[in-house]
């Protein structure tokens, strides 16, 4: 099993940054990929960004540029830096790990950016 416990979200003003942390526990081994998705009012999750076990990273096209994942591996943890927040980045943000073709998700954290 694998555990993961997100934080750092909060208001913020557009043209803000915050930073979303995700730290994952259990059996982190055979971890495919690590990422964040979110999910807005009434609409579906999507991807935001994922970083492969090789470090390879795919974003979301609306968040290129401005969103940087990274992790640490010492301390088991993925990161999202959100630069320059639009309202429309107003969502949940899933911490989400893919290992031995089971999926992991946290509870979520609310980023809400105001115009």
């Known amino acids: 099993q694998v555990q993961l416990v997100e934080s750092g979200g909060g208001l913020v003003q557009a043209g803000g940054s915050l930073r979303l942390s995700c730290v994952v526990s259990?059996?982190?081994?055979?971890?495919?990929?690590m990422g964040w998705y979110r999910q807005a009012p009434g609409m579906q999750r999507e991807l935001v960004a994922r970083i492969f076990s090789v470090g390879i990273t795919n974003y979301a096209d609306s968040v290129k540029g401005r969103f940087t994942i990274s992790r640490d591996n010492a301390k088991n943890t993925v990161y999202l830096q959100m630069n320059s927040l639009k309202p429309e980045d107003t969502a949940v943000y899933y911490c989400?790990?893919?290992?031995?073709?089971?999926?992991?998700w946290g509870q979520g954290t609310q980023v809400t950016v105001s115009s």
């Open positions: 259990g059996s982190i081994f055979s971890i495919n990929t």
């Open positions: 989400h790990v893919h290992r031995i073709a089971q999926d992991y």
